[in-house]
C-alpha cells in the first residue's frame, strides 16, 4: 500500500556495512559454521523459475555441483523453456505500470530492507550457499554476499535520491520546471554472473529501484545464492512481476529476450567475448525494437602490478598475491600480469614473492585454513590448464605451482610463469584463473614499458 505524499521524506544515512573478522571462536564464527552444517545436511535443494510470483517447474533440470567436491551439487534448477521466458516478459510488462508509479520512498523503504535481511538475518545463508556453490572461502563470501550486497542496496537507494533531487536551478517567470527521471519503455535484460553473489542481486536490483521490470537470467553456476538473493528481495516487499526469475540455458533464454520488440536495456556482468558478442546481436536487431535499448555492462581483463625500483618491497609482495589469488584469481580485478623492476626483483621480491605463495592452503571453503578453493568447474579447470601448458611452450618457466587436481573438486595450485617476452600469450589473454605471470624489466626501461603495458591489455 502506498504511502501519504504529506511530506518531503528523505532516506536515513547510511554507511558501508561494518564487515566481521569470523575469529576462531567469534560468535560469528559459530554462526557461519552452523549455516554450513544446516545447508551441508538439505542439499540438494530445488530450484524453480519464478514468474509473476508463482513457482515454475519445466520438468528440465540442470544441476549446480559443488566445485570443491563435484560429486555432489548443492542445487537441481528448473531451466526456463520459451514459454516460461514469455510469460516471464509478459507478466514484468504487466507489472510495470503499478511499480513505477509506486512512491519513491515506498520502493526505497522496500530495497533498505532487503539490505537489513542481508544484512542480518540471511547473512549467514547466504555466505554458505556462496561458499559452497561458488567456491569461496569465508572472508571472500564476507565481503561479497554479505557486505557487498548490502552496500549495493543501501547506497542504490541513497544515490537515487540523490539524482531523483536534481532539478533544474532556474525557471522562467510564472513557470515551474520539473524533472522526472522515468524507467525504460519496456523491461531490462539482467545477465548475472558466477563470482559475486553481490553482483547477482545488483544487476536486477538498480533497474528496479528506479522503477523498471527486469528479467533476471542468474549464472548456472551461482543459481542457489542467486535464488536467495530473489526471495529476500519478495519478502522485503517486490511485487510479483517485477523481477522475474529465470535460470536456463544462457544462449536460449537471452537469445529470446533480445529479440523481443520491448526490450529495453541489457545490464550484464562476464566475459568480454560474449558482451561484445550480445552488443552486436542487439544492434542487429535495432529495427524490431519500439525504442533505443541501453547496453551496461562490465567485463573482463589483464589487470596488472608496475612494480617500481623504488617500491617497498614487502608491501608490493603482500598485495601481488592477494591480487593474484584470493578467490582463485576469478575476479575481472585479480593481478595477471606482474611488471617488476630487475633491481627489486633480484633484491628479495622475487624470493619473498614465492615464499608467501608456497604457503598458501588450497582446498575446500568449509576448511577455514584455506586460503585458496576450487576453480568454479570443469571448463575453468580445463581452460586454464591448458593456458599454462601454452605458456610452458612459448618458453616461460614454472617458477611456482602449474598444476591441478581434479579427483574430488577442481583445484589449482597458485601458478607463477615467468616469461622474456612481454607479449606472450598469458601476458595477453584473460585467462581467469590462480595464474600471474611475471616479466622482469630493466630499470631504465620504465617510461617505454607503460606503452607496452597498455598496448597489451585486453
Not at 542481508?118 to 547473512?123: A, D, E, I, N, P
Not at 533464454?253 to 529479440?259: F, G, H, K, P, T
Request: aromatic share 10%.
Amino acid at each position: 500500500m502506498a504511502s501519504a505524499q504529506l511530506g518531503s521524506f528523505k532516506v536515513p544515512l547510511v554507511d558501508n556495512e561494518p564487515l566481521k573478522s569470523y575469529a576462531p571462536g567469534s560468535p560469528e564464527r559459530r554462526a557461519l559454521e552452523a549455516a554450513l552444517v544446516e545447508m551441508e545436511q538439505q542439499l540438494p535443494f530445488e530450484v524453480p523459475c519464478i514468474v509473476n510470483g508463482k513457482e515454475i517447474r519445466t520438468g528440465k533440470l540442470a544441476k549446480q555441483p559443488i566445485p570443491s567436491d563435484h560429486a555432489r551439487h548443492l542445487c537441481s534448477y528448473h531451466e526456463a523453456d520459451s514459454d516460461a521466458v514469455a510469460a516471464a516478459i509478459e507478466g514484468a510488462l504487466v507489472a510495470k505500470a503499478q511499480w513505477e508509479a509506486m512512491p519513491w520512498n515506498d520502493r526505497a523503504a522496500i530495497f533498505l530492507r532487503a539490505a537489513e535481511l542481508v544484512s542480518g538475518k540471511y547473512r549467514y545463508k547466504l555466505m554458505a550457499a556462496t561458499m559452497l556453490g561458488q567456491g569461496k572461502n569465508a572472508w571472500q563470501a564476507e565481503i561479497d554476499a554479505a557486505a557487498e550486497l548490502t552496500d549495493f542496496f543501501r547506497f542504490g537507494v541513497k544515490y537515487v535520491e540523490e539524482l531523483y533531487s536534481q532539478q533544474p536551478p532556474k525557471n522562467t517567470a510564472g513557470s515551474w520546471n520539473r524533472v522526472e527521471y522515468r524507467p525504460l519503455e519496456g523491461f531490462v535484460l539482467a545477465v548475472s554472473p558466477f563470482n559475486f553473489t553481490a553482483i547477482g542481486g545488483n544487476l536486477p536490483g538498480a533497474p528496479a529501484l528506479v522503477g523498471n521490470v527486469v528479467v533476471w537470467k542468474p549464472s548456472p553456476a551461482a543459481t542457489y545464492s542467486n535464488y536467495l538473493v530473489y526471495r529476500i528481495l519478495t519478502e522485503a516487499g517486490v511485487p510479483s512481476g517485477v523481477i522475474q526469475f529465470v535460470p536456463g540455458p544462457p544462449l536460449e533464454v537471452v537469445a529470446q529476450c533480445i529479440n523481443h520488440p520491448d526490450f529495453a536495456a541489457l545490464h550484464f556482468t562476464g566475459s568480454t567475448l560474449v558482451f561484445k558478442k550480445l552488443w552486436k546481436d542487439i544492434a542487429a536487431n535495432v529495427d524490431k525494437y519500439k525504442g533505443y535499448p541501453r547496453i551496461v555492462g562490465e567485463t573482463g581483463g589483464k589487470n596488472f602490478h608496475l612494480i617500481h625500483r623504488s617500491a617497498e618491497i614487502r608491501n608490493a609482495v603482500l598485495q601481488s598475491v592477494r591480487g593474484a589469488f584470493e578467490y582463485q584469481g576469478q575476479k575481472c580485478s585479480a593481478l595477471s600480469r606482474l611488471y617488476v623492476s630487475s633491481s627489486i626483483w633480484e633484491s628479495g621480491f622475487k624470493n619473498q614473492f614465492l615464499s608467501e605463495i608456497a604457503a598458501i592452503k588450497v582446498g575446500p571453503p568449509q576448511d577455514f585454513r584455506n586460503f585458496m578453493g576450487p576453480v568454479i568447474g570443469r571448463h575453468a579447470f580445463d581452460k586454464i590448464l591448458h593456458y599454462i601448458q601454452k605458456a610452458k611452450d612459448a618458453g616461460g618457466e614454472i617458477l611456482i605451482g602449474g598444476t591441478g587436481d581434479d579427483s574430488q573438486g577442481y583445484f589449482i595450485q597458485p601458478t607463477v610463469i615467468l616469461t622474456k617476452d612481454p607479449r606472450s600469450v598469458t601476458m595477453q589473454e584473460e585467462i581467469f584463473g590462480p595464474v600471474v605471470t611475471v616479466y622482469v624489466y630493466q630499470d631504465d626501461q620504465f617510461d617505454d614499458l607503460l606503452q607496452l603495458i597498455d598496448d597489451t591489455s585486453a
